[in-house]
């Protein structure tokens, strides 16, 4: 496993941007597909985006697309995921994930193996 820690997280106004930032322990990260997952108050966890080993692909849940992008750089151990055009409901707690024996890019959570503590994002209307 992986040890996986966010940041970034904080208040922003409903059109506003935030990055946020996953550093990850490990000399194979760049081997590793990862993800990035939230969970709102009194829901389920669910998909965000995720990036395969190379960053040469990416695949984003419908409601985020086109306003969010993950990206990584292997030389230092780091994902983001620039979030832009926030909407109240991107409220939720964001996870950065790690598939640490697997290379593509997956939305099912089962496939990640390494979760990190999360880091709150909240948007105000």
């Known amino acids: 496993q992986v040890q996986l820690v966010e940041s970034g997280g904080g208040l922003v106004q409903a059109g506003g941007s935030r990055r946020l930032s996953c550093a990850a322990s490990?000399?194979?990260?760049?081997?590793?597909?990862m993800g990035w997952f939230r969970q709102a108050s009194g829901k389920e966890r669910e998909f965000v985006a995720a990036?395969?080993?190379?960053?040469?692909?990416?695949t984003y849940a419908d409601s985020v697309k086109g306003r969010f992008t993950i990206s990584r750089d292997n030389a230092r151990n780091t994902v983001w995921l620039q979030m832009n055009s926030l909407r109240p409901e991107d409220t939720a707690i964001y996870y950065c994930?790690?598939?640490?024996?697997?290379?593509?890019?997956?939305?099912?959570?089962?496939?990640?193996?390494?979760w990190g503590q999360g880091t709150q994002v909240t948007v105000s209307s």
């Open positions: 490990g000399r194979t990260f760049s081997t590793y597909a």
């Open positions: 990036i395969r080993w190379s960053g040469s692909r990416t």
């Open positions: 994930a790690a598939a640490s024996t697997l290379s593509g890019v997956y939305v099912a959570q089962g496939e990640y193996d390494s």
